[in-house]
């Protein structure tokens, strides 16, 4: 096989097209003779045009790549090879980079001319000193700001000629590049500064379509061993606007780096590790260049990343920084949309963004820095993190020219159960911030300014809606219209023995009926039999019983037909069918002798069990999982802004009353099951329940 290696045509490219290929060949190529290698060079636009100055930011991206890539493109070569640090990232779409080969030193150096000094500290003050780079030139400029910092271009061996022959006092080079050329006795002083994230780096970039050259170069390819960082959008806050896309990614994360507007109960249950890199403002958390370095670092280290952002993180997320961040070096990302709070907030206030014959327009604007905000030419105008500046906002939209009678909107938490929603005039608001500047609309806070706002037309439904706190696991089947507040008082936790677990799943054949009484029980059984190297076809010839419709579409998920789910979804709906029987088999579904399996928590309930043991059925209960209650009471419950208060079982129960063992009169209790209206009443003697729900 003969290939075709283009590349540029200096001193210093030829020399790293050798060490590329002599690393392949030492690392892949065991029969060599199959392989030959032809290399072309030539000269880039870069190269022809010495004059062009990279100090200014006006030279194109591809000033040394563009011709490589045209060769590539017209099939007469197969891969190029690069300084990594010379490509325009992130590549033209056709394009990619099949290897980043492991760097060589990555540091920067400076070369003087004899007799001036080898260290940047002997250096006169308006020594003129050559560089290429505007990272070096701000550098540079940090440590020595009396120095001439000038642009400097061409081959290595020219920038030093110009340094001997009196027209620079010295130059910055790659250390690297000096050490390839066998140049090292030039090098004064090896410099403390950033150098370019790919400095050191060679890459080998090929059409996308080459599968054959990316197999050749795959072994030497650093990045086959490094994650990917997923740019998630969390939504506004309440969970259940969390797209599908994102709840699986985090499911899947290694790690997640959680911004400080995502809610933290999006993250409950997860195995990755959760890093806290919240920002407020300008004050408090990570700053941005730690966030992006620990982004950078968790990726080479082959973790799954997911940088979770509050909204989406395209809209005031600061996620262009993190992915320009990334892809300067050749870590993949990927932006994962959200649920934005400007949505949410006009959604569950019912005030329109544009509206026929009303608003044709709107502006999505920054409130903060206060001398930076922004008054564009909109009918609607919102404004985001505006708690801060309020009294800025207000004034610049006034000195605008907007009427002081322009309605306006004050959303505070948009979509979670605590959101406040305040409407006057701009007049009005402008009145009492004069009054009272330390104003009562806390962050994160949405101002809404325009005719939209319009207190006739917003809803109150959302504030009136009932605010329920649910103390159970697993609020999905909970579909009342409420506000509802997900904080468990019990944690599910695995078995720390599984022996009898084991040993009931190893002799699943001698049963006639396995009964599952919740999706926890499910979970816990099929992670077992994972864990043995087993899955649902042991249950055959075993009938199956699920508690109610959820936890038979759980079984379901698994590839396991649930043969008996009963109406009333409960255990004791569920002994009651087994008593009567069905339709289409009336009479007792089991008989004396039958073994039934049993699989449940360590706090479950008898009910199940001796119902059917009375019909005379041989019950195995096992404990799959632990139910524990809560340590302590789950931070930012109030009882007295609650209406209600769902106790999902005896468990629950009894946490709620160890926590609040005098709760407002108020406060409906409402329990789910019979056994815990039992605890409930032993708990709370002469209190009256709320209307009790099915399991």
Request: hydrophobic share 45%; aromatic share 6%; net charge neutral.
């Amino acid at each position: 096989m003969t290939w075709q290696v283009i590349s540029r045509a200096s001193r210093l490219a030829m020399v790293q097209v050798d060490e590329a290929l002599g690393e392949l060949e030492v690392a892949v190529l065991k029969d060599k003779e199959k392989h030959r290698f032809v290399t072309r060079t030539l000269e880039s636009f870069g190269d022809r045009n010495k004059s062009v100055s990279l100090l200014d930011g006006k030279a194109p991206s591809d000033l040394f790549t563009r011709e490589l890539d045209d060769e590539l493109r017209a099939g007469r070569a197969d891969f190029a090879i690069h300084s990594a640090k010379d490509l325009p990232l992130p590549l033209p779409r056709d394009l990619e980079v099949v290897a980043l080969l492991p760097p060589a030193d990555q540091t920067d150096a400076l070369a003087c001319r004899a007799g001036v000094g080898p260290t940047l500290a002997k250096l006169a003050p308006g020594s003129k000193v050559g560089t290429s780079s505007p990272l070096r030139q701000k550098e540079l400029r940090a440590l020595r700001p009396d120095l001439e910092v000038v642009s400097i271009r061409g081959t290595i061996e020219e920038r030093l000629s110009k340094v001997d022959r009196g027209l620079f006092d010295a130059v910055i080079v790659a250390t690297c590049a000096l050490k390839r050329l066998r140049l090292e006795h030039r090098i004064g002083e090896i410099l403390p500064f950033a150098t370019h994230p790919l400095q050191g780096h060679l890459a080998v970039t090929a059409l996308r379509n080459r599968a054959d050259v990316k197999r050749l170069w795959e072994p030497l390819n650093l990045r086959k061993t490094w994650g990917r960082v997923f740019l998630v959008g969390a939504g506004p806050g309440d969970p259940e606007l969390l797209t599908l896309k994102a709840a699986r990614l985090l499911r899947q994360a290694d790690v997640i780096f959680n911004d400080s507007l995502a809610n933290p109960r999006i993250l409950d249950g997860l195995a990755a590790e959760i890093q806290y890199v919240g920002k407020r403002g300008d004050s408090g958390g990570e700053q941005q260049d730690k966030i992006n370095q620990a982004l950078y670092q968790a990726a080479i280290e082959g973790k799954r990343v997911v940088r979770l952002k509050g909204g989406d993180p395209m809209l005031f997320g600061r996620a262009t920084e993190e992915m320009d961040y990334l892809e300067q070096r050749l870590v993949d990302v990927e932006l994962v949309p959200g649920v934005s709070s400007v949505l949410a907030a006009s959604a569950y206030t019912q005030i329109p963004l544009t509206e026929r014959e009303v608003s044709a327009s709107v502006a999505l604007c920054l409130g903060s820095p206060a001398e930076r905000i922004p008054v564009p030419d909109s009918e609607t105008l919102v404004y985001f993190m505006a708690s801060g500046t309020l009294v800025d906002i207000v004034a610049k939209v006034r000195a605008a020219g907007r009427a002081d009678t322009t309605p306006v909107a004050l959303v505070h938490n948009a979509s979670l159960d605590d959101q406040k929603v305040w409407i006057t005039t701009l007049g009005a608001l402008a009145t009492e911030l004069a009054a009272e500047p330390q104003h009562p609309y806390a962050s994160p806070l949405l101002v809404f300014i325009g005719p939209v706002v319009r207190s006739s037309r917003i809803s109150n439904w959302f504030e009136v809606l009932p605010r329920v706190w649910y103390t159970g696991t697993n609020p999905d089947h909970f579909t009342r219209a409420v506000r509802l507040i997900h904080k468990p008082l019990i944690e599910i936790l695995p078995l720390e023995d599984t022996f009898d677990l084991d040993n009931a799943l190893s002799h699943l054949a001698t049963y006639k009926w396995a009964v599952f009484t919740s999706r926890y029980t499910v979970d816990a059984v099929f992670g077992r039999l994972e864990a043995l190297g087993l899955d649902s076809r042991i249950f055959a010839g075993v009938k199956v019983a699920a508690v109610g419709r959820a936890t038979a579409r759980d079984l379901a998920s698994h590839g396991l037909r649930a043969d008996l789910v009963p109406l009333m979804e409960s255990s004791e709906g569920l002994v009651d069918v087994f008593s009567r029987g069905t339709r289409h088999q009336p009479g007792p579904l089991v008989i004396p002798g039958d073994r039934v399996f049993l699989p449940c928590s360590d706090q479950a309930l008898p009910v199940i069990d001796k119902g059917l043991t009375a019909l005379g059925a041989k019950v195995e209960k096992v404990t799959a999982y632990r139910n524990v209650a809560v340590d302590q009471a789950p931070p930012g419950i109030d009882l007295t802004t609650l209406d209600e208060v769902v106790l999902t079982s005896p468990t629950t129960a009894r946490a709620f009353a160890r926590f609040f063992p005098d709760p407002p009169f108020t406060l409906e209790l409402v329990p789910m099951g019979a056994q815990t209206v039992k605890a409930l009443t032993e708990l709370f003697p002469g209190r009256k329940l709320g209307e009790p729900l099915l399991d």
